[in-house]
């Protein structure tokens, strides 16, 4: 036969014993594997129907080992493997573990409250209410932040308005970047005027960000000032101590050290609430912290 004759080509037949077999490790790697995933369904279906009206609660670092076992032991039996011995099960049992716990959620641990009194000064933080006030709202606040706006000019009036004298508000700096420390400095020296000052100077961050709109540049800072009529030589000796800058940078490292990323961040009575929240999420804190003192809140409308 030459290289050029066609030759028909005929599927190969390998003797029995050189076909590829399965190998008793894969067998037993097949197997692990099946088992696995049944004992997990059955540990998912415990938990799931264990017939326990409260909220199941998982540790992620434990599970039932009692609950695995039995799973584990009942799935080994299901698949038929008969040849059960401990070092197996406890290779399933381990896999288990760990399958199930990368599947639950991390639960997220529940804050620490701050000690109400730790939360501001009395003689260096401006506030709308009374120091000994029942509920003590303390804000960390950045003057170009589009959410601290909206808290101000919607949701904070409406709580100073239902609370009455039940509630204080305090405002602690928070700027965001280098670049915003000049406006908290300003607000800052705003207050070395008095409280009212204060808010006759703030208040207008959060109205320009949807009525003039202007941009936050000299000029516009000028107008603010006129407008909160601050004393110019009083506001110009404040800019030139380093007392209210060292105030600023003191209440953002304090922000920082109490978990604070971002504004707004709240501290109602020292409980932590992060972002600018639906007043009545709000108000659901300010009166299970009123009645915890035994006072009644203010009936909603």
């Excluded at 799973?71 to 049992?93: C, G, K, M």
């Excluded at 004393?231 to 060292?246: F, H, R, V």
Aim: glycine letters at 4%.
């Amino acid at each position: 036969m030459t290289e050029h004759q066609r030759v028909d080509a005929q599927p190969s037949v390998l003797p029995k014993d050189l076909k590829p077999q399965q190998s008793n490790h894969q067998n037993a790697a097949l197997m692990l594997t099946a088992a696995i995933f049944f004992a997990l369904g059955f540990v998912i279906a415990a938990i799931a129907f264990s017939g326990d009206d409260k909220e199941t609660n998982v540790s992620s670092s434990s599970l039932d080992s009692v609950v695995v076992n039995n799973a584990v032991r009942s799935t080994l039996e299901a698949l038929n493997i008969v040849d059960i011995d401990d070092e197996y099960t406890q290779r399933v049992n381990i896999a288990v573990q760990g399958t199930f716990m990368a599947l639950t959620p991390t639960v997220t641990p529940t804050p620490t409250p701050i000690p109400v009194q730790q939360t501001f000064s009395q003689s260096e933080d401006p506030i709308l209410g009374e120091f000994d006030a029942p509920v003590v709202m303390v804000e960390f606040a950045s003057y170009t932040c589009g959410f601290c706006g909206r808290f101000h000019r919607e949701t904070l009036p409406a709580l100073l308005e239902h609370y009455g004298d039940q509630l204080a508000f305090v405002v602690r700096n928070f700027p965001r970047s280098d670049s915003e420390i000049t406006l908290n400095v300003l607000a800052q020296c705003a207050y070395e005027q008095g409280d009212e000052k204060f808010w006759a100077f703030t208040d207008q961050f959060w109205w320009n960000q949807v009525e003039s709109q202007l941009p936050l540049n000299d000029q516009t800072i000028n107008l603010f000032i006129q407008n909160a009529q601050l004393d110019t030589e009083q506001l110009n000796t404040c800019l030139a101590d380093e007392q209210s800058l060292n105030k600023v940078l003191d209440d953002r490292q304090v922000g920082l050290e109490w978990g604070v990323t971002g504004t707004p961040a709240f501290f109602i009575n020292g409980v932590p609430v992060v972002g600018a929240q639906p007043l009545a999420y709000f108000q659901n804190i300010i009166d299970d912290l009123l009645r915890q003192q035994g006072i009644e809140p203010p009936s909603r409308t």
